[in-house]
Structure formats: structure tokens, C-alpha cells
């Protein structure tokens, strides 16, 4: 993958930069700051992005926005944003344009290697990565107040798991059910949200932008 990359600190940004050579990835640019993560998709086109939240110059949510910015101008780029904490609403604005080409995921999970790697190429082909702490923090907020109380755990497990980015057949190895007991279980969930069964749209990534942004 061509990769660009955008985090303030030097010692994570190295380190992201050595990781993916070393896993035979091209990084195109390696940059401080959201208007030079912004310069440098313009003129490169990457795959995909990693980008901090929190950049300078004011460190509240310079990233999100240049993250925003790219997938208006460029929906072609994946996205890749990294947070310190889990932030809700940066997570729901991030995704009102689509669930597809993005990712949501804590610093922290940047240390388990396997799982960053494997968040990274998923964006970068068109599915998205969902921190899983992020997701069962949305669980508990909108089962309160949404239709998605009306799911049964295992219906809220399989949207969890959608939201994450995994095909159905991931869901099933997953969990450690059958395929036709995922597809089951997703249709019970799109029933029971009311998504219309339309060619103009796709009822997974609404079922994802409905759980969401609930």
C-alpha cells in the first residue's frame, strides 16, 4: 500500500514509519501537522491515511478535520484516524459520510501490531475498521434511547461486529456460528431498524450509520 501518515509525536510517527517498510509498505510522506497531511494527499494520492485527532496547532481536532476534508475531496483515500480517548461524536462525524474507506481506532491498539496491520488494509480496500472499544461504548449508549433495544444479544453482537468492518463470513469465525445463522441475524437486525429493502441503498452500511449515530 502507499501510505501517508500525520501524527505530532516523532517517536510514534517513526515508528509507524519503520513498521510499515518493514512490512513492505511504501509510506509516501510522514508529516506533523493537518495542513501538511492535507498538501501532501493532494499532491500524492496515497491509499490510504493515518492521522492523530489531535494536532497542532491548538490540539483539539485539527486531524478529524483534515480527516473529514479527504473524504469529501478524495473518496478514493482510505482513512485511518487515531485517538488518544474514545470520543463519541468525532467517531459519528468522521462516518456521516459512509461507512466504507474508514477507520476509528485508540492509540492504543496502534501496540498490537497484527490488528493495526490488518485495520490498515481493510480501509485501504474500501471496508472499515471500528475500534472495538469504541463500538461496545456505543452499545451501551444507544440501546438506551434506540430501536437497537429491541435486538437480542446475538443480533447485537453480529451489528457490533458489522460495525468493526468484518464480512459475514469473519462475523461467523468469529463468533462460532454458521454463515446462514450471521445473514440471519443481520436481517432480523435490518427488520428490525426499518432499513428498506431498495437497490438505491446499502442496507449494512445504514444498519452501521444508524447504530452509530443514534
Known sequence: MRVTLAE??????EGLVRLLAEEGHEVLAAVGDATALTAAVAEQRP????VDIRMPPTHTDEGLR????????WPEVGVLVLSQH???GYAARLLDAGAERVGYLLKDRVAEVEEFLDALVRVAAGGAAIDPEVVRRLVVRTTRTDPLARLTPRERSVLEA?????????IAQRLHVS?????KNLNAVFDKLDLPRTTDHNRRILAVL???GA
Do not use: Q
Open 86 to 88: 474514545i470520543e463519541l
Open 179 to 183: 454463515l446462514s445463522a450471521v445473514e
Open 210 to 212: 444508524h447504530y452509530l
Open 162 to 170: 458489522l460495525a468493526e468492518g468484518w464480512t459475514n463470513a469473519a
Open 66 to 73: 483534515a480527516a473529514v476534508e479527504i473524504r469529501e475531496r
Open 47 to 50: 491509499d490510504v491515511v493515518v
Open 8 to 13: 505530532d509525536s516523532t517517536l510514534l510517527r
